[in-house]
């Protein structure tokens, strides 16, 4: 069973950044992904980015394109998501999910996170 917690969100004015953690705990795949997700109250959650277990693989969906940066540090058991220049249509709760396949699609992921609150606001 793999956990994942997600940390770092809060409130931040528009144009400024955030960096988010998601750390996890008891791995079981040899090899998997990791995305990020996003929802905003009355909408479908929806994909931001992902990486690839060795760090490569990464992919950005349109909304984080030259905005947003996916890293990670498996010494740590810890995949990044930096965002910059935030908008407030970036207000949404952000989660990061584990799976053995790098999709876009969130139903693919098996293992989620409870997700960290991003606010967008001045």
């Known amino acids: 069973q793999v956990q994942l917690v997600e940390s770092g969100g809060g409130l931040v004015q528009p144009g400024g950044s955030l960096r988010l953690s998601c750390t996890a705990s008891?791995?079981?795949?040899?090899?998997?992904?990791t995305g990020w997700f996003r929802q905003a109250p009355g909408k479908e959650r929806e994909f931001v980015g992902i990486?690839?277990?060795?760090?490569?693989?990464?992919y950005y969906a349109d909304i984080a394109k030259g905005r947003f940066t996916i890293s990670r540090d498996n010494a740590k058991n810890t995949v990044y998501l930096q965002m910059n220049s935030l908008k407030p249509e970036d207000t949404a709760v952000y989660y990061c999910?584990?799976?053995?396949?790098?999709?876009?699609?969130?139903?693919?992921?098996?293992?989620w996170g409870q997700g960290t609150q991003v606010t967008v606001s001045s």
């Open positions: 990486i690839g277990w060795s760090g490569g693989g990464i």
């Open positions: 999910a584990e799976g053995p396949r790098a999709t876009s699609d969130p139903g693919t992921y098996t293992y």
């Open positions: 008891g791995r079981t795949f040899s090899t998997y992904s």
